[in-house]
């Protein structure tokens, strides 16, 4: 069974630090990950996909496989990004999609 | 990509009563997927609606309790029956952005937040 670990229910930065959100996996065939954002007020929407290897409002993230992370990382956070961030992962060959619990990016002007 | 058009956004129900979410997607997709968000929690999978078939439920998860109907590939209704508090939740139904193999992302309603007294 795969699983998403999202350690930290909360991360706080000052405008203009660096930011990484962790995200760790485990599944024994080959995954397929993404980042969700969920804006205050908004509905929860994709982010970036690896399988794209693109970066999105800054944000970039790479899978280590090694690792198995998938960890989100922005050189410099704006007070925009302030959002819930879910991990998640596709079983390959399934639709299925299993969501990390979740950070709150908490960026302080 | 695809637009779901979900509703009620917000209901709030006295226990032992049944609500219906409905979902509404703008363009034809072969699954629907219902998600549960409970307070403080992450985003867990009640069932896959296929068009056609009976639903596919997760484990902890049965058909008597959320019974879901798909009549075709751009509707799907997810009913909570004999609600308690412990229902209490953000629903949320979901498909699948495209049928590329290079595109994976899902797209979400905006989620019924439900209440229950």
């Known amino acids: 069974a795969q699983r998403v670990t999202q350690p930290e229910k909360l991360l706080s930065v000052f405008k203009g630090a660096p930011v990484e959100l962790k995200c760790n996996y485990s599944y024994s065939g080959s995954p397929e990950l993404f980042w969700y954002v969920q804006y205050s007020r908004q509905r929860l929407q994709l982010l970036l996909r690896h399988i794209s290897r693109e970066s999105i409002k800054g944000f970039t993230a790479d899978l280590n496989k090694g690792e198995t992370s998938f960890h989100l990382k922005k050189p410099f956070a704006q007070e925009e990004d302030s959002a819930m961030y879910y991990c998640?992962?596709?079983?390959?060959?399934?639709?299925?999609?299993?969501f990390g619990t979740g950070t709150k990016l908490q960026v302080i002007p | 990509s695809a637009v779901i058009s979900q509703k009620p956004s917000r209901d709030i129900c006295q226990r032992g009563t049944s609500l219906t979410i409905q979902c509404q997607v703008d363009s034809q997709v072969t699954m629907m997927f219902w998600y549960r968000q409970q307070p403080g929690q992450s985003l867990t999978l009640i069932a896959t609606a296929n068009q056609g078939s009976e639903a596919t439920y997760e484990s902890g998860f049965v058909i008597d309790k959320f019974p879901i109907s798909r009549p075709n590939l751009t509707f799907s209704t997810l009913t909570v029956s004999n609600m308690s508090p412990e229902d209490s939740s953000i629903y949320l139904c979901s498909v699948n952005r495209g049928d590329s193999l290079a595109n994976y992302g899902y797209t979400f309603g905006s989620g019924t937040r439900l209440t229950v007294v």
């Open positions: 998640a992962l596709r079983a390959g060959g399934y639709q299925k999609v299993t």
